[in-house]
DNA sequence: ATGAAAGCGCTAACAA
DNA sequence: TTGTTAGCGCTTTCAT
């Protein structure tokens, strides 16, 4: 077994070049208090010796790990996945790693902020929903933090979500330029804040337009498939009717259109549907999904700028940002008419 | 501003416990040879002063980081994203963090390798689709790697995939039981191990069946559902008649699908799909697709065992893993009848 | 502009 | 079993 060579240190390039070790240190870390001659004669040796400094030993040193984490509740939903991307290439553009870790819940949340900011392996920290559940409460004090996908109630932790009001707002005046007056909505869970900005938007686009607002109406779902297939079911068999639906996100307006053919309703024919997220093939559903495309990869930057910021610049006030959200029509929606079957009790 | 209270060491427990610095490292290590009261002396210390040890310091003194890597082409793909999310929390179990980064080329992927090999971040590295591209050509010697998704062909390498021909054997199989004997198969990129692997088992289960293998029955994809789109415009336009397609993923059968579908042609009536992923919502789509369901997590899991036994064992040999991948019929598959429409020139 | 000395917080090796 | 002494590879501080 071939041994494995002893690691290039900062000394070997110093003795190499013929200076100290702290040339080489000035030299590595750009600083420009060194003289043009000894610089050459420094990045000659590194390049000889093919040395790279040890990111741990500059970590110990200068007690910055130059490493961020990322809680999330997983890895895998589309979206978050999505936000990770872009926050882990922003993350190492600007000279830092990112750890993402899925946290399912409040406890598995709790032990990896012990794993990961006690043990100080991280310079700071993203959260996704930290309104989820009660997470926000085991926040360690002391490591910067931002949060994504809401705002922080104590408006002291800088945060990127989505303008969910105006998106939500859009897909219910869409609904209502299309003649459609019986509109109904499909929520996440209502804990979450981006389900309190959408329902915002979806109450304020109705009465803007003078109708009145009726609770049955509103179905809280939990983002999956089988629950917007229960809300549509919930609805028929009360009997109300309707003629469109807002779901909050796409899985539950696959879910809800599910339900609607196994019902006889056509989509968009009896019933017109817009979901949230523009996931994944969903312009290859039956029919193509109309919904509202966010920018994940820029939240994830976002996230990423706001957060070193607040490493870099602690005193500097807070930002919250709302990024926008574009409505993305296919052939899931179509006009209201007369003609058009409205669901009743079956 | 509150000034950040100086860091809690080592030496700070040891004088409060009345014992060497060496005691509390001791402790902390769980070494043995500690008398039982100098033990409770140091906990007690550590516990009143909320000790944690600083993992950068320990990683300096060990020369251990006790990280990994995963490098991958993206960090969305619900397949990669899985098999992530199964590594990371199996890593955490084990006391290793793991940092995933996207690398969608060879470029990035030998950038990647700078950012965190050379600066000794991570103790060992796990690589995705190796094959994909020349990355394998990129890898750095004396670090500890495990594949994902092919078989070192040095033999060197440890490495988990799965058991792709018999798995594409098994969705032929499963075809040619139903009757039918006009089987089409749509690839992904042929440099890939996993697309071989599917073909041999393709052809096997034909041969096996005194099928002939016609070359034309194969359509090279990219994994995306306009290629599946394509393959099926293409075997309708050269009026190539088949009952059957198994698609090399999910993605592809969707497209396939839908090329189908806008061919006037029904699925499973008169042409049986079968995909590959078992992906999230697959059996939301118009028809609930049958797909070969992996166990992603379980690869994840697998990785970071291989990898840690040959960080922690180099001198054992290497393994490579073949996990089994289990068919899942749903309704896009029927059964052959002399009434189907079977496609022909249009 | 350059270098010597003293850490960062821990562990390895040895001595007692 | 315990403590002492040296590092790990770098940066910071302070001379020169």
Redesign the interface.
């Known amino acids: 077994?071939a041994k494995?060579k002893p690691?290039v240190t900062i000394r070997d390039v110093a003795r190499r070049a013929g200076v100290s070790h702290m040339s080489v240190s000035r030299v590595i870390n750009k600083s420009a208090r060194v003289s043009s001659k000894t610089r050459a004669a420094v990045e000659k040796a590194i390049a000889e010796l093919d040395y790279?400094?040890?990111?741990?030993?500059r970590?110990?040193a200068r007690g910055k790990?130059h490493?961020l984490a990322c809680l999330t509740p997983?890895?895998?939903d589309?979206t978050f996945?999505?936000i990770?991307?872009g926050a882990?290439?922003e993350a190492?553009r600007r000279g830092y790693?990112?750890?993402?870790?899925?946290a399912p819940d409040e406890q598995a949340f709790d032990a990896?902020q012990?794993?990961?900011i006690?043990?100080?392996?991280i310079d700071g920290l993203i959260v996704f929903n930290p309104y989820a559940d009660d997470r926000h409460v085991h926040l360690r004090p002391?490591v910067p933090v931002v949060f994504v996908g809401s705002r922080h109630r104590g408006g002291r932790i800088s945060s990127v979500a989505l303008d969910e009001e105006s998106a939500a707002a859009a897909s219910v005046e869409y609904f209502l330029d299309q003649g459609h007056r019986q509109i109904m909505t499909i929520t996440g869970p209502t804990a979450e804040d981006c389900v309190t900005g959408r329902l915002q938007g979806y109450r304020r686009a109705l009465s803007d337009a003078g109708l009145a607002y009726a609770p049955e109406h509103i179905f809280v779902g939990d983002w999956s498939?089988n629950s917007g297939y229960a809300a549509v079911e919930s609805w028929l068999a009360q009997g109300i009717p309707f003629t469109a639906i807002f779901a909050q996100n796409d899985?539950m307006a696959?879910?809800a259109i599910?339900a609607l053919?196994d019902a006889s309703l056509c989509v968009p024919a009896d019933v017109s549907v817009i979901g949230f997220d523009d996931m994944?093939?969903a312009s290859?559903?039956?029919p193509p999904l109309s919904t509202l495309r966010q920018d994940m990869p820029l939240i994830g930057r976002e996230a990423v700028r706001l957060l070193l910021e607040s490493i870099e610049h602690?005193?500097r006030p807070s930002q919250h940002l709302q990024l926008p959200v574009e409505l993305v029509i296919r052939s899931s929606t179509a006009e209201f008419s007369r003609e058009r079957r409205i669901p009743e009790r079956r």
């Open positions: 077994m494995t690691r790279r400094p040890s990111a741990i030993a970590s110990l790990t490493t997983n890895l895998t589309f996945a999505s990770i991307e882990e290439v190492r790693f990112l750890i993402a870790s899925a990896l012990n794993q990961l006690s043990t100080r392996r002391g498939a899985r696959v879910g599910a053919r994944p093939l290859y559903f039956d602690p005193e």
